[in-house]
């Protein structure tokens, strides 16, 4: 991407509090033509608040160009978890979000390699998605391996609170999934506590990972710092 070249990624979105990084080590030059070359394409349109200012509904099918089922991801990190969903159920469309500009580019160079096209990618805060999406539009949700944010003080940036949860819930369908993987306790804990107030139910929760799982880079590093995985299921009431 050259110095004239604009990238879809906007590293200030203006109103949010954000508290995570929004972009590491200096981008490879590879890195930088997938998020020149592809992201416009596969980035949904009406959702950023510099698009959307006044936060109106979207129509869930212009994302795909259809009425298929949408999955929505969480802070999708490197990718491999969302790329493994597209391509093991190509007749639905995935919908991931990461403010991380890295991870952004870590994706779509795994969709190159993958050759999958049911996919959307927003980079910016999953919050900005469930402002505008309608209710009941969502019919799976991920959330794998968020920010702990390990300090007690810290607690209310994780995204098991009902700053987030409540309008998660309102997007998922009535029996919805939302899927919750982590290897550290405390948000566990949390994710048990909380996700059952915003409206779900605890469908099972356990080291046994889902049968379509793949462990991610974020697991493996888990599993050599001795942390052992955790996988929680809800199912949205109604």
Not at 47 to 71: K, T, Y
Not at 99 to 127: E, H
Request: aromatic share 10%.
């Amino acid at each position: 991407m050259t110095d004239t070249q604009k990238s879809p990624f906007d590293p200030n979105p203006p109103r949010r509090n954000f508290y995570g990084r929004r972009q590491g080590k200096t981008l490879r030059r590879s890195q930088k033509g997938y998020l020149s070359e592809d992201l416009g394409d596969l980035r949904p349109k009406g959702i950023s608040i510099e698009e959307n200012p006044d936060r109106r509904a979207i129509d869930p099918a212009l994302i795909f160009g259809d009425d298929r089922p949408i999955w929505l991801e969480v802070g999708f990190g490197g990718g491999e978890h969302m790329v493994h969903m597209a391509a093991t159920y190509p007749e639905i469309g995935i919908l991931g979000c990461e403010p991380f500009i890295n991870g952004v580019a870590m994706l779509l160079g795994k969709i190159r390699a993958a050759g999958v096209s049911n996919v959307s990618v927003y980079p910016g805060d999953a919050r900005d998605v469930m402002d505008v999406m309608p209710d009941n539009s969502i019919s799976r949700a991920f959330l794998m391996y968020p920010d702990p944010w390990p300090k007690a003080r810290h607690h209310r940036r994780r995204f098991v609170t009902p700053e987030h949860l409540l309008p998660l819930a309102r997007v998922m369908r009535p029996g919805a999934e939302f899927r919750v993987a982590t290897d550290i306790p405390d948000y566990v804990r949390q994710t048990l506590e909380e996700v059952p107030l915003a409206g779900f139910d605890l469908v099972r929760e356990g080291p046994e990972p889902w049968e379509d799982w793949i462990s991610t880079r974020y697991e493996q590093k888990a599993l050599r710092e001795g942390r052992a995985p955790h996988y929680v299921t809800f199912r949205r009431q109604g």
